[in-house]
T-cell receptor
Framework: AQSVTQLGSHVSVSEGALVLLRCNYSSSVPPYLFWYVQYPNQGLQLLLKYTTGATLVKGINGFEAEFKKSETSFHLTKPSAHMSDAAEYFCAVTVGSAGNMLTFGGGTRLMVKP | EPEVTQTPSHQVTQMGQEVILRCVPISNHLYFYWYRQILGQKVEFLVSFYNNEISEKSEIFDDQFSVERPDGSNFTLKIRSTKLEDSAMYFC????????????FGEGSRLTVL
């Protein structure tokens, strides 16, 4: 079975600062990895995903994540935070091509200070 | 852009009452899911549905829960006799064939059981 750990339930950065949200996964087979964002009172929106190929993946709103198999990590970064980035971010993993069961991490709430 | 829609956005019910949460998945999608998020906790998988039957379900999805696709467009989650601990945000998601397992989520239905 797969699992996901997100270090830090709350992260606070200043506007313009680097954003780093950590995600580590556990999977016995090659995983598919996802980052979803949830803005207040909204659903889950896909930011980016890793399936195969290039380990550095770029997503919407300037976010990117790098799949590091040796570290079983898929950390999310953005060079310069914007106030509009304040939201809850969820890392998720699934295995195989079916993607039947996404397993989510506990989420990280990103706060951006002016 | 096609989206998953859920109704109601918020429902308050008394313990022991039946609740039906409704979802309209993206029209050409064939895989459907329900997830839930208890306040302050992680997003949890409940059930997946394909070809008019449940393909996978979690331990949470006990006999009190059922899903149905009654008319080819709606996908419903029924809770037969609600308990206090059923209070949560319920997310519907859908997925097309092929691809890499990306799920498209609705905005959620918040259920409050009193």
């Amino acid at each position: 079975a797969q699992s996901v750990t997100q270090l830090g339930s709350h992260v606070s950065v200043s506007e313009g600062a680097l954003v780093l949200l950590r995600c580590n996964y556990s999977s016995s087979v090659p995983p598919y990895l996802f980052w979803y964002v949830q803005y207040p009172n909204q659903g889950l929106q896909l930011l980016l995903k890793y399936t195969t190929g290039a380990t550095l993946v770029k997503g919407i709103n300037g976010f990117e994540a790098e799949f590091k198999k040796s570290e079983t990590s898929f950390h999310l970064t953005k060079p310069s935070a914007h106030m509009s980035d304040a939201a809850e971010y969820f890392c998720a993993v699934t295995v195989g091509s079916a993607g039947n069961m996404l397993t989510f991490g506990g989420g990280t709430r990103l706060m951006v200070k002016p | 852009e096609p989206e998953v829609t859920q109704t109601p956005s918020h429902q308050v019910t008394q313990m022991g009452q039946e609740v039906i949460l409704r979802c309209v998945p993206i029209s050409n999608h064939l895989y459907f899911y329900w997830y839930r998020q208890i306040l302050g906790q992680k997003v949890e998988f409940l059930v997946s549905f394909y070809n008019n039957e449940i393909s996978e379900k979690s331990e949470i999805f006990d006999d009190q829960f059922s899903v149905e696709r009654p008319d080819g467009s709606n996908f419903t989650l029924k809770i037969r006799s609600t308990k206090l601990e059923d209070s949560a945000m319920y997310f519907c998601a859908s997925r097309g064939t092929g691809g890499t397992g990306e799920l498209f989520f609705g905005e959620g239905s918040r259920l409050t059981v009193l």
